[in-house]
């Protein structure tokens, strides 16, 4: 595909993800200097009015009712998917097969099968020049790609343990409603898929290793809610909380939580690393700092330091504001756009890949696997 100086641009949803997206979408030519800019053509959503009204506040300059209309348009070249999990498989592969780059959010699929039809769609377009790339926003962190850079250096060592979880706790209340993060049909799982699916691929990218096997164990804690249309109340089909443990191909194990009733803590994806030479920590609730424990020092000088990873020469923060002054949440999807659209004109890969994110798919379904069967350990697909 040949890419012109300007990419139009096709979002299928404007929910929370959506809404983020559009911010990034809107942003990253400001901030960053790229040779293509993206022109926000079009958003699409089931009802036609919210889809007006969206595109309207959100700064997309048309919308549609059916996102397959965005397949059929010549001015767009890139669909950005920003629905539930359950639509993810059908959308993806039918705009890959329209030429279009796609960026999807994470988990890539319900199931590994939708998964690896994906990631073979996506591979039978890359030869075309058409990019793919699964929505981790985390990896784009500055403190999280400060951390990798520190791991890929060597400044750790040898890395023996990983200590991953993501802990929220929006669901605590039993009147919370049975919303489409806890059904199976349309969410493949739940605290797994939705946050769990950001640990493993945080910690397999900081660490640069992958996960070979697990043992994983998992609870709903709550079954039955009110329905949110106020109809009566409802099963709910995914898991509230997973933990696992798991090995990885360079020789370190490590645990994963991942929960939504961890009370107090509302956004914590918690990371530490404990290497043979150093070790690091990071939790995104203190998002602009990296704990990094220097094991070569003596032992009298030792011990976990702050960095403020806000300094110019730390990844993407020399885009934005002085040292100091601090990102949010919301950056880390300008970064991930930057870094797709830099990847589609530099005609090269993006990472993550959906073949990457089918791997985070492999985790989770091994995990489910091994919680239904009495932990059982069970190994994880390349
Ligand atoms: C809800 O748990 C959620 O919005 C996730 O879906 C996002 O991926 C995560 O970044 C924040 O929490």
């Not at 300094?311 to 601090?326: F, L, N, R, S, V």
Request: glycine share 8%; net charge negative.
């Amino acid at each position: 595909m040949e890419n012109g100086p300007t990419l139009g641009v096709g979002m299928v949803g404007h929910a929370f993800m959506g809404r983020v997206h559009s911010q990034a979408w809107r942003n990253v030519s400001a901030f960053f200097d790229l040779p293509v800019r993206p022109v926000m053509a079009a958003l699409s959503g089931l009802s036609r009015e919210r889809a007006a009204a969206a595109a309207d506040s959100l700064g997309w300059a048309t919308s549609e009712s059916d996102w397959r209309e965005l397949l059929k348009r010549d001015d767009i070249h890139i669909i950005d998917i920003c629905t539930p999990g359950d639509t993810h498989a059908e959308i993806a592969i039918a705009a890959l097969e329209a030429g279009k780059h796609v960026l999807c959010e994470k988990p890539l699929a319900n199931s590994v099968a939708e998964a690896e039809a994906m990631a073979e769609a996506a591979r039978d377009a890359a030869p075309l020049g058409i990019r793919n790339m699964a929505a981790f926003n985390y990896r784009r962190v500055p403190a999280v790609a400060y951390a990798r850079s520190l791991v890929a250096a060597g400044r750790l060592g040898e890395i023996r343990h990983i200590r991953a979880q993501y802990l929220q706790d929006w669901i605590v209340d039993p009147e919370h409603p049975l919303v489409w993060r806890l059904r199976k049909d349309k969410a493949g799982s739940g605290a797994l898929g939705d946050i769990g699916a950001h640990i493993i691929d945080t910690a397999q990218f900081v660490s640069g290793q992958s996960i070979t096997g697990v043992s994983g164990l998992s609870t709903t804690f709550i079954p039955v809610r009110p329905l949110p249309d106020g109809s009566g109340h409802g099963e709910v089909t995914v898991d509230d909380a997973a933990l696992f443990l798991a090995r990885l191909d360079g020789g370190a194990i490590a645990s994963f939580e991942a929960t939504r009733f961890a009370t107090g803590r509302k956004n914590s994806l918690r990371l530490e690393i404990n290497g043979s030479l150093g070790s690091l920590a990071f939790d995104f609730e203190a998002m602009n700092e990296l704990e990094f424990h220097d094991h070569t020092l003596p032992g009298a000088e030792s011990g976990f330091r702050r960095v403020l990873v806000t300094e110019a020469d730390h990844p993407y923060a020399g885009a934005w504001w002085p040292p100091g002054h601090g990102l949010g949440y919301e950056h880390t999807f300008t970064h991930q756009i930057r870094d797709f659209l830099a990847a589609i004109s530099e005609n090269r890969d993006p990472a993550p890949s959906f073949t990457d994110g089918l791997h985070v798919q492999r985790v989770i379904d091994a995990v489910e696997r091994s919680a239904a069967t009495e932990s059982r350990w069970t190994p994880v697909a390349a």
